[in-house]
């Protein structure tokens, strides 16, 4: 299936694409039983992923014309319009992680990732993530993300293909979360 898949950086004429794939995986608009099988949190807007895009912070995975996945990759600056980006950017003093000093000039807020039902455990997310590293390495060596503990596949997908490492758990709005950093210098094993 992944076979016909290709990369791009998202441009604006996109944006439906990723509205409609959010929309199918958003958390708000899922049972609990589909829950367990991944779900995204965020709800962005059009001006939002208008923004991401401007910023060459937005990646897809296409498929016969179709957007079947996306990745964010955006800088703290852009995702300080959500509270808990703000609390996870208070906690960087107390982190660490391999020899770097966490910032929020040094890393990008890795996430949220989505990947249609259909293509999950397919492979797609090891190759996925690797042109958004080539891309984003350019700008940032470190990238941080946060893992709602209740998503076992996103953990799994995370930990143990991409080989992200736990640097912290922290509950936010009575939420728990592994707090995650990857090595951008570090190529992804496809």
């Known amino acids: 299936m992944i076979q016909n898949t290709h990369f791009k ?3 604006i004429e996109d944006i439906p694409g ?6 199918l995986y958003l958390v708000s608009n899922l049972s609990d039983e589909e829950k367990k099988e991944g779900f995204v949190t965020t709800p962005f807007s059009i001006e939002q992923l208008t923004e991401v895009i401007r910023q060459e912070g937005l990646f ?13 990759g955006a800088s703290w600056e852009f995702f300080s319009q959500w509270p808990i980006f703000n609390y996870m950017i208070s906690l960087f003093p107390e982190l660490s992680f391999k020899n770097f ?7 990008f807020q890795y996430g949220p990732i989505c990947i249609a039902k259909k293509y999950r455990g397919q492979g797609l997310i090891q190759p ?4 958004m590293r ?4 350019k700008k940032y060596p470190l990238s941080i993300t946060f893992i709602n503990t209740t998503n076992m596949p996103s953990q799994k997908a995370h930990i143990n293909k991409l080989k992200w490492e736990v640097i912290t758990e922290f509950t936010f709005n009575n939420n728990t979360y592994l ?3 990857y090595d951008m210098n570090v190529p992804v094993m496809v």
């Open 9 to 11: 950086v998202a441009e």
């Open 18 to 23: 990723v509205l409609a794939l959010q929309d």
């Open 60 to 72: 897809l995975a296409i498929d016969n014309s179709c957007i079947v996945a996306y990745i964010f």
């Open 101 to 107: 000093e966490i910032t929020t000039t040094n890393s």
């Open 128 to 131: 996925f993530f690797e042109f």
């Open 134 to 137: 080539i891309h984003l390495l």
């Open 179 to 181: 707090a995650l950093a």
